[in-house]
């Protein structure tokens, strides 16, 4: 039946969409690990991971989005789910420029701030990994996205909170205030993925209890 | 050409009726945006003319709620002043019951035509109005638990959920436009059958469509254009006007009404159930516009309020109206049509309580010394007669209603040429007609007699003992008595 090969492929496409979004979260750890332990290979082999992965993400993005107009699906929650879709797109791209900026600005890290955004990148990944378990269940488990939600803004706080102690302790270093301001600007860029997912976090909450109802 | 002028009251009514009533069964399915309104009105026309030709045509030999009308140009006025009405609470966008603006256009002419109303019509109206949303109500309120409970624990993709919502709005409502077609053509075009202009057709002796399948197509195709052209302003009522609807509560909607319909006005259903020595449910009058007004407030009320009490209102005015209106606009048209433009809208008939008529009622044990001021006069109007009676014995209500019945004088022959030509082997069992053909030649004066004779020749044309097992036999049974009644008349015919 045509009405359920549709949803079945839609199905699909969202669930390799936000697999996609998740797999970027664990390549963003993977690329600022490299970058903090000077492996050159592998942070070039992030960099081109996230490339494609953020160019499927919308791709997929934007084939859901025309399927859902185009077929006129759940008409009640489409506008729900294109934002979405919209805003979990927009972490990759996150992770995708924040990436880059560390390819491109290659920021000088000392070894003593090393542990500082090892822990943030950890914070900021777990968080994105998390919305991404809660957007999933937003389609099949309305009741569980609240389950997961907490853990995302329990992520998006650490994350905060190592921010935080990561800036001041740059300055109240000797470092030249160029090199105190590069180093929060980049703590700055880790920090923002976990932002992103919290984003999409407060949504969920609101799509949740819309579906809910 | 006279005739087709007659039938165009019933197309309009049919019209009417389709852009009313679509919104009963896809109201809420079009209001969700679940499905397309040209969707749903292709869906919805193509079952209902599905239905109407189908199952409908077993109404064939019924008349329909207008056979209460004894005249041609009076059926054609019923009609009108019913269509009209229905047309009118369209356009202000309220989902009303088309049978009771018929039922109410009827009470019209009985009053035009000093005919007496049976006092039972009026309490099923009222009946529906509040019974049946009460009950619609409840059952979408059980639905909803059920199917929110259902959801819980198969807990769908969002995706999957909305297919299926999609497919059940589907479904329902083409079950749902098939029922409205079935149960509505004879109310909107069996009146018309005695006179139809259409004969059969044999197509290579492989299958022949009958002309009264024609006329039902051609008034179904009337129902049909009216979903496509009209429908849309009462979709917009019952799909979000009335109440915010989401996708699964539409679909709880329509299943809630159509339960009620199955559960509290299927006859066969009590009948499957009696027979099998199981408890039955109460029949009650219901109507699906009703139905589907019920289970939204009580949906709404369930989860929370967010009705238009505004819309309610004018709804329920609109319910209260309906048969007002279509009533007193029936008695304005009747007298337009019997007084400008001359026409017969009531046939007279002619009451007499005779010596035989005298014996019958003794038979029953309608005895009354007041009786005898009445014997041998003849009554034209029926109200007149009733009243007198009421006045000048001491019978109660339902007896002057049962001397009104056996005083009915006519002439009922059983010419053989007529058993050939009129009667439909099919629907009659072997022993009915058999019993009929015995009868050949002989000839009654009142409709009672001719029954009577029938119930001599064979038991199967005895009305059985009332029990919930025996209804549709003794419905089934009324109904194909009426038609010999209508078909073996003559004195009617001959004017």
Known sequence: ?213 | METLLFLSSGLFLGWSLGANDAANVFGTAVGTRMVKFHTAALVCSVFIVLGATISGAGAAHTLGRLGAVNALAGSFTVALASALTTFWMTRLRIPVSTSQSIVGAIIGWNLYSSSVTDTSSLTKIVTTWVACPLISGVMAVLLFLLVRWLLKVTKPHLLRLDALTRLGLLLVGAFGSYSLGANNIANVMGVFVPDSPFTDIDFFGLFTITGVQQLFFLGAVAIGVGVFTYSRRVMSTVGGGLARISPVPALVIVLAQSLTLFLFASESLEFFLASRGLPTFPLVPVSSSQAVIGAIVGLSLFKGGGIRYKVLGEISLGWVATPLVAGVVAFLLLFVMDNVFDQKVQTVQEYRLDAAVQDEMERRGIVDPGLVDFMDLTYTNPSTLKDNLEKGTDLSSKQVDLVLELALTGRWEIRPGVIARDVDKHWLTGDQMAALRSLQGQSFDHAWQFQQALAAASPQWQARPKAATNKIWNKELSSKLSFLYRVFRTDEQDE
Do not use: W
């Open chain 1, 1 to 213: 039946m045509p009405l359920f090969r549709t949803s079945k492929v839609l199905e699909k496409q969202i669930d390799d969409f936000l697999d996609t979004v998740g797999e970027g979260a664990l390549v963003f750890r993977e690329g600022i690990l490299s970058y903090l332990g000077n492996d050159a290979d592998g942070f070039a082999s992030a960099i081109s991971k996230i490339d494609k992965l953020e160019s499927r993400a919308d791709k997929l993005s934007r084939e859901v989005e025309a399927h859902l107009y185009r077929h006129s699906l759940i008409p009640e929650h489409r506008g729900d789910v294109l934002g979405l879709l919209e805003n979990t797109d927009n972490i990759i791209d996150r992770i995708k420029t924040s990436l880059h900026q560390f390819s491109v600005e290659q920021p000088d890290i000392p070894e003593v701030y090393h542990e500082g955004f090892r822990k943030l990148a950890d914070a900021s990944c777990e968080a994105a990994e998390a919305v991404v378990v809660s957007a999933r269940a937003f389609f099949r488990d309305v009741e569980a996205v609240q389950d997961n939600l907490y853990k995302v803004h329990h992520f998006e706080k650490e994350a905060d909170h190592i921010s935080d102690s990561l800036k001041r302790k740059v300055f109240a270093s000797d470092l030249a205030l160029a090199h105190k301001i590069h180093l929060r600007y980049f703590a700055l860029n880790v920090e923002l993925v976990s932002d992103k997912a919290e984003e999409v976090a407060d949504r969920l909450a609101i799509y949740a209890i819309k579906r809910n109802v």
